[in-house]
Each structure stands twice: as structure tokens, then as C-alpha cells.
């Protein structure tokens, strides 16, 4: 034993401060103050901290049953699945612990899909550049970032990947290996990087054309982070294929990969399975996540919530220009493209009482919980505006010195 290595793995750089409790909007620090929490668990907690349904729901199962296996029928998967089903494009549901292998599902059913039809060497499939897919072998592969597969031995080879928003390399690119294309509607970890509507258009048409399955990654941009269940739905196109995780079980870890009967064809009995995945206790949150999200009138009060809250972003960067360049992102997926390095400005709004999280292209994501209020906003705002004002005088401070 070395004394000197710490007991967590070092992997994360982690923030100065921790929480003890949490309240709807806000989360309460280990140093007594109370913060705003616009971050999220990064979109994770979209119903917010300690939601009294969600609190009453996981709590009744978890002092009946937490876990039987995948051996036996499973009651609650089959409601949340039946649920995701009724509400999206699906016909069928994958349930998983995590977004990453939400996203390996949907991988081995791209490739299953043509295996299945006679056509195994069919298996790549193509990606975008600035892409998060998660951090397993496969999913670091999809993604692409060099500086994340570093050392981890060969590329899991079978992922194509072309640069975001070029629509001519991106049909370049399938060739007759090509399974499928995989694209989050907006990259989130990329830096809230809309993929406009035409585009997404365009994407489905090219699935279409060449025989491939479209498989989109809602991981950060589904359960009603964008003003629909889904942000695919803005676009009016439906995937083949798509993976969910994240707010889905609002901070209890689960995933699903959701995908039409025909894409799914080849997926039987013994073909993938999980341990966990879909358990009573993780069925029991989805299925209180649901019940909220899918109340009348919900989502569209998250679209109001946007709509203002976009506004007041785009305020702070005309009254701070020497700190923002552009307010960006739809629905409450948002951020401030920074001119200072996000590194300074996500801390320093921390300090002020704001939770807010980094992004790639200097982006600062602001990610309200979908039962934001706007007073919530007001207060969020004003807290950015004090950062700045901080992060000015620091500036002049320095060159005066
Ligand atoms: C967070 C995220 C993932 C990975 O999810 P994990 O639960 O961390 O495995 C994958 N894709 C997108 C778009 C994400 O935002």
C-alpha cells in the first residue's frame, strides 16, 4: 500500500467546494453557503434537488424491492418502457446504467442491424468532430478526442468521424462499410454546438439514401432540456435509433437506448444484457421522472423558462462584452462563449453563489433545472453580472500594478 497515492483516483479536478443537501434550485455547500445550482450534475438533475415526488416514489421502492435480475420479468422496466415508448418514435427499449453504455447498446445494434440483413462488413459508422460520447473503449473511439484515447492503447477501430456541420465530408465518408451516423442534436461537452434543424434534415435524408440507420445521442439534449421530450423533435425527423441517460433518472444512474422495431431486429435473446441495467429502484426513478415531465403543461413552461432565460443571457453578453462573445444553445441547454478563459469565469460565478460548468470552444454552460422560476433567473443573472464586475476590477488591478 502507498500511503502517498490518494484514496480516490485522481482522474477529476475537482471544484473547492462539496454539498450537503439539496433544495429544488439550490444545493447547499459544506461551507455553509447556499448556491444555485445551474450546472446540474451536468443536466442531470433537470427536476431539480430533493423533488417531493421523486423523493416519495424512489423511497416506497426502495423499501420494497431493489434488485432481482434481468432473469425475471421486471414490472417496472416494462412501464418505463412502455411510457418512452407511447411518448417517442420507438418501438423499443434497452435500459443501462449510464449514458456511455446507452451509447455501446446503440452501437452493437447499428452493426447487429446489417449483420442481421446479410451484411456484416457493414459495421463503421461516422461521427463529429467535437463529439462526447462517453469514456468507454468503444464510446472514446466515436468521440474522437485525441487527448481523451491518449494512452489507452488502439482506437476501438470502426468509427469515421468528419468535421461538425460539413454536410459534403460527411456524405464523402460512407462508403460500403458504413453502418450508420451518430450525432448529438447539439454537442453539449463540444460547446453547446447547435446542429440546425436543415442539418439534421439533411442527415436523415443521407441515412435514407445510403441504407443506414440514423442513431442520435440524446444523452444531454433529451428528456425536455430542449422544450420537447427530445431535441430531435424540433427538427421534425425521428431517428432509427437514440440513446438517453442523464436526466432520466434525475441523478439515479440510468440509461436507456431506445429504437425502432427494425433497427432492432437482430437484438434477441443473449444478444446484450446488463446486470443492473433497468432495475426496480432505477425503473422507479424514470418512472417518477416521467410522471412530472409528462404532466400538461410542463414542458411548455420549460419553453417560456428558456425563451426568457436565453434573453437575459444574451443581455449580460451586450452589458459584459469584454467578457462574452455570444449567448448560444436552445431550450435551457445554453452558454456564454467567453472571451476571458472559461477556467476563471466558471469559478469566479461559483464564488458568487452560481453553479454553472465548462464546456469545449471557451463555453460556459448554463444549465438551469427545468423547474427554474424567474426569480431563479433574475438572481442567476445578477450573480454573472457580479463575476464579471470581479473578474474586470482583478484585470484592470493587474495592469495598474
Ligand atoms: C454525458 C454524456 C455521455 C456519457 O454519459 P455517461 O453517463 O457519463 O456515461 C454521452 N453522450 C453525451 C452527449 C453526454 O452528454
Redesign the pocket.
Known sequence: MTQSFPAVMPTYARAEVGFERGEGPYLFGTDGKRYLDFACG??VTGLGHAHPHLVAEVGKQMAQVWHTSNIFPIPQQQRLAERLVAATFADTVFFTN????A?ECGIKLVRKYHAHHGNPQRYRIVTFEGA????TLA?LAAGGQQKYLDGFGPKVDGFDQVPFGDHAALEAAIGPHTAGILI?PVQ??GGVRLVPQQCLKGVRELCDKHGLLLFL?E??TGMGRTGRLFAHEWAGIVPDVM?V??ALGNGFPV?ACLATAKAAAGMNAGTHGSTYGGNPLAMSAGNAVLDVMLAEGFLDNVERMAGHLKQQLVGLVQRNPDMFEDARGMGLLLGLKCKVPNTDMVPMVRKHGLLAVGAGDNVMRVLAPLVVKPEHIAEAVDRIDAACAELRAAASARKAG
Open positions: 451536468i443536466a449510464s449514458g456511455a453504455e451509447n462526447f460520447h462517453g469514456r464510446t448529438e453539449g461537452e445521442d444523452i444531454q440513446s441517460a442523464k440509461g
